[in-house]
């Protein structure tokens, strides 16, 4: 049974740093592409950062720079390092796994329950 479990969220002013972790059980992340997706209020959800089978990382225009993507093995656990949060970063973040998918797209297989970050001017 695979779960997914993101927590980190929380209530930040901008120019503040938050981590977020992402407790995977049920898979192994060298058959899984992983990764963070976000939906802020009134908007669709969007894919933020993900870490690919193949070992490379893709981030999203609006992160690069600022979020880093990284993970445990040995505890199975997907972060995301955000730095310089900005109001519009606000939104419930989600992490997602997708069995040997070549990158993360909203067709992924897993989903957890998603942790809000309020990033606060």
């Known amino acids: 049974d695979v779960q997914l479990q993101a927590s980190g969220g929380g209530l930040v002013q901008a120019g503040r740093s938050l981590r977020l972790s992402c407790a995977a059980s049920?898979?192994?992340?060298?058959?899984?592409?992983i990764g963070w997706f976000r939906q802020a209020p009134g908007k669709e959800r969007e894919g933020v950062s993900c870490?690919?089978?193949?070992?490379?990382?893709y981030y999203a225009n609006s992160v690069k720079g600022r979020f880093t993507i990284s993970s445990d093995g040995a505890k199975n656990t997907l972060y995301l390092q955000m730095n310089s949060l900005k109001p519009e970063d606000t939104a419930v973040y989600y992490c997602?796994?997708?069995?040997?998918?070549?990158?993360?797209?909203?067709?992924?297989?897993?989903w957890g329950k998603g942790t809000l970050v309020t990033v606060s001017s």
């Open positions: 997602a796994a997708g069995y040997r998918r070549s990158g993360c797209n909203y067709g992924m297989d897993y």
């Open positions: 049920g898979i192994t992340f060298d058959q899984y592409a």
């Open positions: 870490n690919r089978i193949s070992g490379s990382t």
